[in-house]
């Protein structure tokens, strides 16, 4: 007999997961129990990502913070939130159009009008023109970059703005400025070129990176790049530079860049603490693509000892890993794609296929719920979702949905037009570079490396 709708969203829910962990109603752990909190506990509290998988991560002095939350959104039953959020949206109508990254939770996903990841509601924001408001349901720099490819007079709002990212606060406009003067030391004139019209360095930033950033690569020759587009950009970019340097996430740039041939020994790492990043010049003029030191809390906690208990506890599983992991923990599993790559693989399987996840429990649990004709489950047994993600909730929707009815817009997210210019020139380079369209049905070939990455 095929579930309800009722019983898909309550398998789904990794909140309610995690309640009844806490309350020990349920078998298994939980990275932290104060992802049992409402969210809205650890707004007025010291800066912090918050509970989940970048609690440990050190946030940047300055970063945003969220003002209290109403009363009346804190102590709201589910149900009512739920009740409250479809009758803002069905008032505001066209008004409004919500985008829900697919680590949201599901509590949330269950009210988006789209669902997608970075790439996908990056164009989502473009084909909804007539909407005076964006809410984007995931974290700040999607936000920004929401803004910076929609009109003028739309307005685009974060629910919650302590929803950051550690990954993108990893690199900083400061420090990737003194990275690129140290480069020019290295290299010479930046806008020279060689006989075959390269110049030295092209910069790629990762989608998880500030406006900021995004400004300083399109102001540099550079481009946007996202895990479903990675290995497009790469490409684009090696045909107009000698190598890349590649900001903030050093997995994703190797990966990447290691499936196109590029041999590891030249693809040194930037450690922006360290003179010349902690390299010396002959490495550096070697180099094909220089990985900037930064990295995603969610992604570093699946291992390979996961991905071999896997394969002895369900002999015959497909291994499916996000490209953000370490470069080992891709080597050993069967395939390696973004988020929507992912669910492609699975929606493409015959029935009784079983896959072990390596990315955000999410998108993992909302899988297996799904379609239960197969058996999906997340290679870290330990609940631990992605700590800025988490930051939204019912509460923070219901709350910025039903100002926008009362004629108010909180929250809301703008990038300075001097930031905006060169940051909407790197994505609208990002935004013509589409990938090739993944065959997900090939998986069944083991170690099919990077597929729609």
């Known amino acids: 007999m095929n579930p309800t ?36 506990e650890f707004d007025a509290g010291p800066a912090a990502y918050g509970p989940g998988s970048s609690m440990g991560d050190v946030i940047p002095t300055g ?30 109508g066209d008004r409004v159009v919500v985008l829900g990254h697919f680590y949201q939770r599901d509590e949330v996903i269950e009210h988006a009008d789209f669902v997608g990841d970075s790439f996908q509601l ?61 480069l020019a030391d290295v290299y010479g004139d930046l806008a020279a070129t060689d006989a075959d019209g390269r110049v030295p360095v092209i910069p790629v930033t990762y989608m998880n990176s500030s406006a900021a950033l995004k400004g300083f690569v399109g102001s540099h020759g550079g481009i946007v790049c996202t895990s479903s587009n ?51 010049a002959a490495t550096l003029d070697d180099a094909r693509v220089i990985l900037w030191h930064g990295f995603c809390s969610v992604h570093r906690r699946f291992t390979v000892d996961q991905i071999a208990q896997a394969r002895v506890d369900h002999p015959g599983v497909q291994v499916i890993v996000h490209p953000e992991c370490p470069m080992p923990v891709v080597d050993a599993a069967d395939a390696a794609g973004s988020t929507d790559f992912i669910v492609k693989a699975i929606q ?41 993600m988490y930051r ?33 020139l790197a994505l609208e380079r990002m935004l013509a570079a589409k990938p090739p369209v993944a065959a997900p049905a090939a998986l069944t070939a083991p170690a099919a490396s990077m597929a729609g990455a």
Request: net charge negative; glycine share 6%.
């Open 122 to 182: 990056a164009n989502a924001a473009l084909r909804r023109p007539e909407a005076e408001a964006i809410v984007f349901c995931g974290v700040h720099f999607m936000a920004e970059t929401a803004d910076l490819l929609s009109t003028p007079e739309q307005a685009v709002i974060l629910p919650n703005l302590a929803a950051g990212c550690s990954m993108a606060d990893m690199a900083d406009e400061s420090s990737v400025e003194e990275c690129w003067e140290q």
């Open 230 to 280: 990675a290995k497009t950009v790469l490409e684009w970019a090696f045909e107009r530079g000698q190598r890349v340097l590649f900001f903030p996430d050093q997995h994703l740039g190797r990966n990447t860049a290691k499936a196109m041939g590029v041999p590891l020994e030249q693809m040194p790492m930037w450690n922006p603490r360290r003179p010349l990043g902690g390299n010396d």
């Open 348 to 388: 493409a399987a015959p029935a009784g296929s079983t896959f072990a996840i390596g990315t955000e429990i999410n998108l993992v649990q909302r899988l297996a719920a799904e379609y239960p004709q197969h058996t999906i489950f997340c290679l870290d047994p330990v609940v631990c979702p992605c700590s800025t």
């Open 63 to 92: 970063s945003p913070r969220q003002g209290a939350l109403p009363e009346a959104y804190r102590t709201a039953s589910n149900e009512e939130l739920h009740a409250r959020i479809r009758a803002a949206k069905s008032t505001l």
């Open 392 to 424: 939204i909730h019912p509460g923070y929707l219901a709350w910025v949905l039903e100002e926008l009815v009362a004629g108010r817009v909180v929250n809301r997210i703008t990038v300075p037009g001097d930031v905006a210019d060169p940051a909407r």
């Open 5 to 40: 709708i009722e019983q898909t969203r309550a398998a789904a829910s990794v909140d309610r997961t995690i309640q009844l962990l806490t309350a020990g109603a349920k078998p298994g752990e939980a990275c932290t129990p104060d992802l049992a909190k409402g969210p809205w």
